[in-house]
């Protein structure tokens, strides 16, 4: 049974078992190889995250100097994203409950010194739809808040294999990825770790 660590913030430590992590990071490669990690570029700024992303499905998140946005093809090849692998809908199926169908899996890659800073997911149209999150590989320090962004906060590791689902008052939580603990984990054949998020991005009906 998942532990719930704030209203709506469900989290299933050790969901996915060795091998089904392993076959996992072999669909997330085979992924990798058609849509290639790119280095999305903060609005503005123009600097680039550290996290570097790919996507798969319908939709995939973007991010460069004119904004945020989900669009359906790679920023860099021009190609659409490939589709999901049959796991993340079977994970969807079992954790999401009764929601339609993902919409746009964001794959995020984290080397040693990446992090990502506090923020809220506001980019859908759809917050009535939990976000999914896998982990894989090295155990990231992962940050939770309110809705608020000066409200308390907490701190959890999470190790490869952990989903977390965000629902209801959790789904627009301010949250963020303090530090990866580089080495902790002998999944992936370096040091780092993937984190896959599934999503609706618009509603229904
Ligand atoms: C990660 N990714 O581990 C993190 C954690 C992202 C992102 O934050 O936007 O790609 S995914 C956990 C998450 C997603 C949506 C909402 C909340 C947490 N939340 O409200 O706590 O790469
Ligand atoms: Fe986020």
Redesign the pocket.
Known sequence: APLELAPG?LWWRGYLDRAAQKALVADIREVLKAAPLFSPLMPRTGKPFS?RMSNCGPLG?VSDESGYRYQPHHPVTGEPWPPFPAALRTAWDELAGAIPAPQAC?I?W?GPEAR?GL???QDEQEFSAP?L?L?LGDT?I?R?GGVERRGKTCSIH?ASGDA?L?SGS????????DRILAGTSTLLSQPG?I?L?LRRVHPAR
């Open positions: 913030c996290v998140w964001l995020n984290y990502m923020h809220q997911d976000v999150s982990s990231a992962f939770l999470l977390l965000l959790s789904r627009l939580a301010f949250h963020g990825i770790r984190n998020t």
